[in-house]
């Protein structure tokens, strides 16, 4: 089998003399393309009305309690990543810790989920784009066109380099800080038109009914929130040091990520005029106005530029993160045209590669899913549930193998571990997975037809029914040699020359 030793990728044996990864991403430049993808900025203001309308001002608390729950799934992936620093996150990870039939099923969802996940960031971001250009977004042929400028934007950067696209995450990562943490505060410190105690108040929302139900249905505040740390992990052959910094920058992009979603969600809580009408559900696009009753035109306007360039870098780091699971999956023979989409094209600068001809699926599927919401205009929010649950899924199934291996006897052996409190994270983060996942599909409104109630678990269904049959049928697995389920084995030779070292 062959091994994993820090410092030597696959990649860099596989391939010595030709075109191959350069490490070229540090610790901030980590950090930054894991933050862009989670996103506070896209992720509050694509989902600030749909969470107000569910469960109100309380629907704040649903940050602290999914951060909570996804640090312990971070930890988690933390020593994975540390033992095992290789392109690709979820699938590598899924193959060495179980193997490569589970590993195809993990990457076939996460794939799908991923995709979807950027078609849902490119929607949201229409009507701030469209504002921004002074288009009417609200036909639903310019809805689809910036969308699909959106994708094809983020894929001409993506496809000069690595350096341009650490490039792009600093800048959103500066925009994030700037835009929306720092008017967050400016909203709290001097616009505030409500006390801090709304933050309590469910302003009705719930009715005649329980109040619990309505909080419930409002996880998907949090729940869409709290993910793209793992993205970290999937550019691993093009990190310095990355058994050392990645586990670092997934830790520290849920940590900025909790302050700067919390202080921006609070910020355009207190300082909207119009609260009720808001919570009511009769304002369709929120946030601008309070923006602008607060700073004024000038305001507005740097406001939709950061709010463009926050939505371009998150979408530009999903594109990333969905096209190195692409070349991963590839590499191994575990897909078809796995010849084309493995290999690796010079960049444009900076000496090192790109897997372009899989930056071309990462960015064609997407936009292939936006023609579909061309005539299915309102199913925005159940794409995006569906996204949220099938990447749960799969980070479920990494922290399930991980466990499974621990009670083989696996402690992993990376230089980043949790030490005797491993095993206990690891059995957390599972509860907590169990419990998200069934919150994302729990049925909504009883008043729904059928297929709406359970679109979410319906579209997981197909993808994971298409995806068993494919591999059933075709067998792809069966084409790759590489390793798998060997945890254990490669701990132990990590841990001897080490000591061999020493």
Sequence with gaps: MTSIIPNTTVTERSNAGSTRFKRSIGLVSNFALGFTYLSPGAGVLSIFAVGLAIAGPPSIWWFFIVAAGQLLVALVFGEIVSQYPITGGIYPWARRLWDRKFAWLAAWIYM???????????????????????????????????????????????????????????????????????????????????????????????????????????????????????????????????????????????????????????????????????????????????????????????????????????????????SRLLYSFARDNMVPGSRWLSRLHEEVAGGGAVPRNAMIVACSVPMVINSWLYFKPDSVVQVTSFAVIGIYVCFQMVVLAALRQRFKGWSPAGPWTLGWAGGIVNVLALVYGIIAMVLLAWPGNASLNFVDRWIVLIGLAVVTGSGVLYMVIAQPYGHSSGAEGDAIEVAERLRKERFARS
């Design 112 to 322: 799908w989920s991923l995709a979807v996940t950027t078609t849902a960031v490119v929607q949201f971001a229409v009507p701030f784009l469209g504002q921004l250009f002074r288009i009417d977004h609200a036909g639903s042929l310019r809805t689809l066109l910036i969308a699909q400028g959106l994708c094809l934007f983020a894929f001409a950067l993506n496809s000069m380099g690595t350096k341009t696209l650490a490039m792009v995450a600093k800048i959103g990562f500066i925009c994030e800080l700037v835009g929306v943490l720092a008017l967050g505060l400016y909203l709290l410190a001097f616009e505030r038109h409500h006390p801090f105690s709304v933050l309590f108040d469910s302003m009705g929302v719930a009715k005649e009914g329980s109040y619990l139900a309505a909080f419930l249905l409002a996880a998907l505040v949090g729940l869409w929130q709290f993910y793209g740390f793992e993205a970290c992990g999937d550019v691993a052959e093009e990190v310095e040091e990355p058994e050392r910094k990645i586990p670092v920058a997934m830790i520290m992009t849920i940590v900025v990520g909790l302050i700067g979603a919390v202080v921006s969600y609070a910020g355009f809580i207190l300082a909207a005029p119009n609260l009720q009408q808001i919570v009511n559900g009769e304002v369709t696009d929120p946030i601008p106005a309070i923006v602008e009753a607060s700073t004024g035109r000038l305001g507005i306007e740097l406001f939709l530029i950061v709010a463009a360039t926050i939505f371009l870098s998150a979408a530009l780091s999903q594109q990333a993160a969905l």
